[in-house]
């Protein structure tokens, strides 16, 4: 800066001259002059104030010095409510030359701002593109010390119409005396008038000042102002000295006054601030929800929008959690939804409009505590935008069935545990697409965004968490004279607690997806944090020095001291802990007290603990996050095998906080070595590797009310719920012996873990005792199939074997022709099947009965008909290759094979048609090679037929095995043809397109439900105090209902329909005496069936089901044996034997839903799922069947 001379400095005669940053600079702040003894001011010469120039950015007032024989001390008048505030400014001054640039005594005036966080690393990095995201400090104290001293305190606030306005607090009358300690335990208030800018010296006599500022949230104790004055290094750690040239403010963009409630959960907050029209939030919350509705509507959109966030970062919304939140909120919800207020934010004027027209500067202030909070609060609102996401997924029309694909699906393993419907992923009728409907409704691109973006967010708040400058700025907090001082460790707490967050934890559509399960990665931040090593910058602010808190005896409280060091201590905790924790709300300075006072201290309790529980509660919010840690740290120690850190090191800390901030409640907790539990105390928690965080409310109501004058006992559990140790060493080890859990493990060694106890007078023990639930998933039943070896058979004896089998299995054909179903299929495929079975018997005959029988040469050697080879027929033949004579075997088998080809081609287009490719190919193989082999056996021979035939034959045999391996199972079906298919449904499954019923469907195919019944005791395992009593009851046999995923269900909403007969099982042996051979012909009927339902006298609830106590109360007629003479060649003899039998049926209805449901091809059960089974019918699938006893193959 250079200014205009005149005549030179020569023409300026004795005059003193002060330059001031800036123009224009009202009469709130000026200048006082006093004698060198500071007693006698100097009015003459302050009346000769005149302002000598205005120069582009700063003005130089001017003092003619000719009458002055004197130095003089130059003072800094403030304007105050209650009188002018003086404060000491340049010491022992006479008149200056003029300098051509700076003038050798300046002042600056200026406005305190900050930098706000952003994730955009084009604005950030250097003083030009700070620039782009400077903004005011938020309302607090700016600290100016001057050679060392306090020297002035302003609050910091904005007036109503959003403009700067500070008031300065007379430090002066606040000591004790001239440049004596300050005063401590004393509010100090304002009293300066309102000022627009404020005023320090930068240059005195030519020299830099001693100046260091700094901005604080809270007002510093008198006794933090104290040490940070004897401290230097400790100042100077906290303060900063302030720029040379501090920025012009008319370098800057307009910008609103501080709204940090609101900017904290903005993922740019500098945006806001720039907004002084109040449109930007509006607009931006109208355009994320334009955005999720584009994407909720198309599935393209959706995969395009997380590809342009995920590659090039485009989303400038990327970490604005809490607007799509709201906007996805607002538009999933039914009816009229409750808006966010966006209208209340209303226009302001610039709030450094004033400071940029009179060429004020700006100084900027680090600010980590909001960092800290803005990365912390972001966390937080990811966490609240996954729930909303799957409040949305959950509305979507296929979620139901989308969610059991999810779960069932989708993961390659059920903990360690191969799952094996994992395979049918690679179905490729499934639309796995990230823009089909499974991935959609799953909002599966959302939430693997917001996966991204809350592991970037945890980066950059581990990073703040780690920042030294943090911990000194937390002492601000911490060295407060009240309990407002317990606000520091809820700053740090909600720090915590959102690194401690993991998604995967709330994203219950995220199983089985990969990286949804990860190890934390700040698990040794977390750990170095606690740690009693003190490695942590924070440690020391929130927890005291190892040793200082005795863990091992009930401790004693301390008088209160504030030392004003902020470094966490036994009588620092003291002067605000205990009751001293139950301030009024009108005494909450920090954001995060009224948190506290929420969850604690503003209970209203009566009684004898009513005190100690809202002091309990208080503590209980600040200090929850860290014992949570503690808990995270614990279960990680229990899966290491080798461990670096001690468990111990990390809960002492805690312990020793919660001691000293709360003794009334909880002073008396030890800690204790197993074994050495003293008389009269309980066990309330454990500490140690792999074992239970705590005891059962069962194990503490036993031990609280035990025989006082005894020991108490103890008993401790291990991760499986095995008893690890008792209050007897000895006992502890033996049961140690054989068991390989690490709990056992980590237990041998010396001091592993730790007991925590406390008398059982101590309030804490019945005011805190938490119940230890747990529920698992087991182990998932596993189907097992049987496979008969067949082994020395001719070829025509297996064929007629397999076409018995083919009768069997086309059962239901028969059937329906009976009902007048499908009458078409059903007739085809019955015919084949008894043309099939029949040539097989015929074949099967002549292989017995010779060549030469009569039988084979009525069927397989006369001919039903003969072609004459000089016929068109014959001829037409001959070129073919066919054979003019045709037997009737020949005749019969063509058709046969005929028909059987053409029911298969038919049956391959209906699998395309319901996208069961694979199995389609093969039948149509199947198909086509039948065909092509009923031409081959009339081929005659030495043509190319009869040559081709053998191959038609193993076409046919291919494409047989092949369909058999390649037809889709229920699973996969439900895949191809339901809401999540690649392809159109097929007609028989258009049914699926209901969500509902598509959900069922796929439930029913993936759970499974049985019942069995057996013998008590002799066929049954039951531990033997419950059989002694079901027996003393009368129970005879047990039936056991069951399923495989029964602990996912809603035990409210499930229950089994059993309808259990008594019956009396015959078992019948005739001896069958023939010409070739002796054998039994064994027959089982259960006859004497009630025609009511027996009632079960014991149930019995398991983990794996339900067990129904039954007793067999009919007569069991003896055995018996009869003997009758027969014609030749033999007699007849039969043996009877009787026992007792049951036969069941039994249904699973869950949430009205019956289960078994019928298979996938039928859209509706063909008998009333709801109604009653009918015994007689064994083929109703509406009803799972039982009977007792069983009947085994080698019975038959």
């Known amino acids: 800066m250079s200014i205009d001379g005149g005549k030179g400095p020569a023409c300026d005669g004795k005059l003193f001259l002060i330059e001031v940053t800036g123009l224009s600079h009202a009469t709130t702040q000026d200048f006082l002059f006093y004698d060198l003894t500071d007693n006698a001011e100097q009015f003459a010469l302050e009346k000769k104030k005149k302002t000598d120039k205005e120069l582009a950015d700063s003005t130089i007032y001017s003092w003619d010095w000719c009458d002055e024989t004197e130095n003089r001390n130059v003072w800094l008048k403030v304007e105050g409510e209650k009188g002018q505030l003086h404060l000491p400014l340049f010491e022992d001054v006479t008149h200056t030359k003029r300098q051509m640039k700076h003038q050798k005594y300046m002042v600056q005036a200026f406005l305190p701002l900050t930098l706000l966080p952003t994730f955009d690393k084009n604005i950030a990095g250097s003083r030009q593109k700070d620039k782009e995201r400077t903004a005011p400090v938020r309302n607090g104290y700016i600290y100016i010390a001057y050679n060392g001293k306090f020297w002035r305190e302003v609050e910091v606030t904005a007036t109503d119409d959003g403009l700067p306005c500070f008031k300065d607090i007379y430090l002066f009358s606040y000591r004790e005396g001239r440049d004596k300690p300050f005063l401590t335990q004393t509010r100090r208030e304002p009293t300066g008038n309102p000022l627009k800018e404020i005023w320090y010296p930068s240059k005195d006599n030519g020299k830099t000042t001693d100046v260091q500022i700094a901005f ?23 303060m900063q000295k302030p720029d040379y040239e501090p920025m012009l403010l008319d370098e800057l963009k307009e910008v609103r006054a501080r709204e940090p409630e609101l900017e904290m959960l903005l993922g740019e907050p500098k945006d806001f601030s720039q907004d002084l029209a109040g449109s930007w939030l509006s607009g931006e919350y109208e355009q994320i929800k334009s955005d999720i509705q584009a994407a909720m509507d198309d599935g393209a959109t959706a995969v395009s929008q997380y590809r342009n966030d995920l590659v090039n970062k485009l989303d400038p919304h990327r970490y604005d959690f809490m607007l799509r939140m709201t906007a996805r909120n607002e538009l999933i919800t039914e009816g009229p939804a409750e808006s966010p207020q966006w209208d209340q934010i209303t226009g302001v004027g610039d709030y450094l409009e004033d400071g940029k027209t009179r060429k004020l500067r700006g100084i900027i202030f680090d600010d980590p505590l909001f960092e800290l909070r803005h990365f912390t609060y972001l966390v937080q609102s990811g966490m609240g935008e996954m729930s909303v996401l799957l409040n949305d997924a959950a509305s979507q029309k296929y979620f139901k069935a989308a969610e059991l694909v999810q779960r069932f699906i ?3 393993k059920w903990g360690d545990t191969k799952n094996e419907y994992h395979q049918f992923m690679g179905n490729r009728s499934f639309d796995a697409s990230p823009g089909g409907v499974f991935r959609r409704t799953t909002r599966l691109t959302e939430r693997m965004l917001l996966f991204t973006r809350m592991n970037e967010l945890q980066k950059k708040l581990s990073r703040v968490l780690n920042n030294k400058e943090l911990a000194v700025w937390l002492k601000d907090i911490t060295s407060m004279d009240d309990a407002n001082a317990a606000a520091a460790y ?4 909600n720090a915590i607690s959102a690194l401690r967050m993991e998604l995967s934890a709330v994203d219950t559509l995220g199983i089985g997806e990969k990286g949804y399960k990860r190890k934390n990665p700040y698990f040794s931040q977390l750990v170095s944090l606690l740690n009693n090593d003190r490695s942590h910058p924070l440690h020391e602010v929130l927890f005291p020095e190892n040793g200082e808190v005795p863990v091992d005896e009930a401790y004693t409280a301390v008088s209160g001291e504030n030392d004003g060091s902020g470094l966490c201590t036994v009588a620092g905790l003291a002067r605000w802990g205990d009751e001293n924790l139950l301030i009024q709300p009108e005494q909450l300075e920090v954001f995060e007290m009224g948190q506290l006072y929420a969850e604690g201290a503003g209970e209203n309790g009566e009684g004898e603990f009513a005190t100690v529980r809202r002091i309990a509660g208080m503590i209980n919010g600040f200090l929850k996050d860290y014992y949570s840690a503690v808990t995270d740290i614990a279960l990680t120690l229990s899966k290491t095998t080798t461990a670096s850190v001690s468990l111990k090191s990390v809960y002492v800390p805690m312990l020793s906080t919660l001691k000293v901030t709360g003794p009334t409640a909880f002073g008396q907790l030890e800690l204790a070595e197993v074994g050495e539990v003293k008389k009269n105390y309980v066990v309330i928690g454990v500490d140690g590797g792999g074992l239970k965080n705590g005891l059962t409310e069962a194990d503490r109501r036993f031990l609280h009310n035990i025989d006082t004058n005894k020991s108490k006992s103890v008993r401790l559990f291990d991760a499986k719920g095995k008893l690890v140790v008792t209050s007897n060493r000895k006992a502890a080890l033996k049961t140690m012996q054989g068991q390989a859990s690490e709990g056992a493990e980590v237990l041998g060694k010396k001091g592993a873990f730790t007991l925590i106890v406390a008398p059982a007078e101590a309030g804490v023990v019945t005011l805190y005792s938490k119940p230890s639930t747990q529920r698992t998933l087991a182990d998932y039943a596993k189907s097992k199939s049987i496979a008969d070896a067949y082994e020395a058979l001719n070829i025509p004896r297996l064929m007629v074997g397999i076409e018995i089998l083919n009768l069997m299995a086309n059962k239901q054909y028969f059937e329906n022709l009976f009902e007048l179903k499908d009458i078409g299929h059903s007739f085809a495929n019955a015919m084949s099947a008894v043309l099939d079975f029949s040539i097989a018997l015929a074949h099967s005959a002549n292989m017995a009965l010779g060549a030469e029988s009569r039988f084979a040469q009525s069927i397989a050697k006369k001919p039903l008909f003969e072609i004459s080879a000089s016929k068109l027929l014959g001829k037409l033949f001959t070129k073919a290759g066919l054979e003019l004579t045709l037997t009737k075997l020949m005749f019969a088998s063509f058709w046969a094979d005929v028909l ?6 038919y ?9 069961d490719m694979d199995a389609a190919a093969a039948l149509m193989t199947f198909g086509v090679g039948s065909t092509f082999a009923a031409f081959g056996g009339l081929a005659a021979e030495g043509s190319f037929l009869s040559v081709a035939c053998p191959w038609a034959f193993a076409i046919a045999i291919v494409g047989g095995v092949l369909y058999i391996f390649l037809k889709d199972t229920p699973i996969e079906t439900w895949l191809a043809n339901g809401p999540f298919a690649t392809d159109t449904p097929g007609d028989d499954y258009q049914y699926l397109a209901d969500p509902d019923t598509a959900f069922e469907r796929l439930l029913g195919v993936l759970i499974r439900f049985d019942i069995s019944m057996y013998t008590l005791g002799k066929e049954t395992n039951i531990a033997p105090e419950v059989q002694a009593e079901w027996q003393q009851a009368g129970v005879t046999h047990v039936l056991w209902a069951r399923s495989n995923l029964s602990r996912l269900f809603n035990q409210q909403k499930e229950h089994t329909r059993l309808y259990v007969r008594q019956g009396i099982m015959e ?25 009511f339902n027996d009632t079960p006298l014991k149930t019995l609830n398991s983990e794996d089901g339900v067990l129904y106590g039954y007793r067999h109360s009919k007569t069991i007629p003896p055995e018996r044996k009869e003997t009758r003479v027969m014609g030749i060649p033999g007699m007849k003899l039969e043996l009877y034997h009787y026992e007792p039998g049951f036969v069941a049926r039994a249904q699973f209805v869950i949430n009205d839903t019956c289960f078994p449901l019928p298979p996938l091809d039928e859209a509706e059960p063909q008998d009333d799922p709801a109604g009653e089974p009918d015994f007689r019918d064994k083929g109703d699938q509406s009803w799972i069947h039982c009977q007792l006893p069983k009947i085994k193959e080698d019975q038959e």
Not at 1067 to 1091: A, G, W, Y
């Open 490 to 493: 809820k700053i740090v707490g």
């Open 410 to 412: 989708i993961p390659e």
């Open 907 to 915: 049956e391959a287009v209906q699998l395309a048609g319901n996208n």
């Open 216 to 238: 604080s949230e809270v007002q510093w104790s008198g006794s933090r102002l104290n040490y940070l004055e004897a401290n230097p290094d400790a100042l100077k750690a906290r």
């Open 900 to 905: 059987t080809g053409a029911i298969a081609i």
């Open 1067 to 1091: 078992h019948k042996s005739r001896l069958q005496d023939t010409s070739s051979r002796t054998e039994f012909v064994r027959t089982h009927t259960l006859q004497n069936i009630d025609s």
